[in-house]
T-cell receptor
Framework: AQSVAQPEDQVKVAEGNPLTVKCTYS??????LFWYVQYPNRGLQFLLK??????LVKGSYGFEAEFNKSQTSFHLKKPSALVSDSALYFC???????????FGQGTTLQVKP | GAGVSQSPRYKVTKRGQDVALRCDPI?????LYWYRQALGQGPEFLTY????????KSGLPNDRFSAERPEGSISTLTIQRTEQRDSAMYRC???FGTGREKLFFGSGTQLSVL
């Protein structure tokens, strides 16, 4: 069965510092991997996805994610965090051939000024 | 419309009542999904429509839950004889195609069953 795990419930970083939000996956076949962000009182927003090709995927708002097949990881990164990046982040994998997604439990990112 | 619209934004109901939650996807989007999200958890898949056809309802918890999308656009998720455990945020999402494309989510309907 397809699954993702986000080992950290919360990540705290200072503004201007690099940030990493971790995700590990378990899939059969070639992995398709997604990151979504949820701001307070808003719906989830797509950040980026990995299908194939370069292991470093660039997405919205300056975020990027690194696909590592040997470690079955797809960590979300940003070189310099902003206070406005504070939100709930979800890693996800497809649950079939449609766009149905299986989400991780989420990681709350808190960026302090 | 500009985005996925869900109504009502909040719904408070008494146990045993039926509720209907509405989703208006982005115009032209073929695929429509319903998810349920408990506080502090990731969204959990409920059901999927390709145009008007309900192609996957494997996530519906029991037969009190049903969904329809009769004209391939607006969708309604109905919960009959609501129970307190049904309280959650119900989210709708749509996408242009039918493959592994990004989903556009609505702001959700917060359902509280008293």
């Amino acid at each position: 069965a397809q699954s993702v795990a986000q080992p950290e419930d919360q990540v705290k970083v200072a503004e201007g510092n690099p940030l990493t939000v971790k995700c590990t996956y378990s899939v059969s076949g070639n992995p398709y991997l997604f990151w979504y962000v949820q701001y307070p009182n808003r719906g989830l927003q797509f950040l980026l996805k990995y299908i194939t090709g370069d292991n470093l995927v660039k997405g919205s708002y300056g975020f990027e994610a690194e696909f590592n097949k040997s470690q079955t990881s797809f960590h979300l990164k940003k070189p310099s965090a902003l206070v406005s990046d504070s939100a709930l982040y979800f890693c996800a994998v497809p649950g079939g051939n449609t766009g149905k997604l299986i989400f991780g439990q989420g990681t709350t990112l808190q960026v302090k000024p | 419309g500009a985005g996925v619209s869900q109504s009502p934004r909040y719904k408070v109901t008494k146990r045993g009542q039926d509720v209907a939650l509405r989703c208006d996807p982005i115009s032209g989007h073929v695929s429509l999904y319903w998810y349920r999200q408990a506080l502090g958890q990731g969204p959990e898949f409920l059901t999927y429509f390709n145009y008007e056809a309900q192609q996957d309802k494997s996530g519906l918890p029991n037969d009190r839950f049903s969904a329809e999308r009769p004209e391939g656009s607006i969708s309604t998720l109905t919960i009959q004889r609501t129970e307190q455990r049904d309280s959650a945020m119900y989210r709708c999402a749509s996408s242009f195609g039918t493959g592994r494309e990004k989903l556009f989510f609505g702001s959700g309907t917060q359902l509280s069953v008293l």
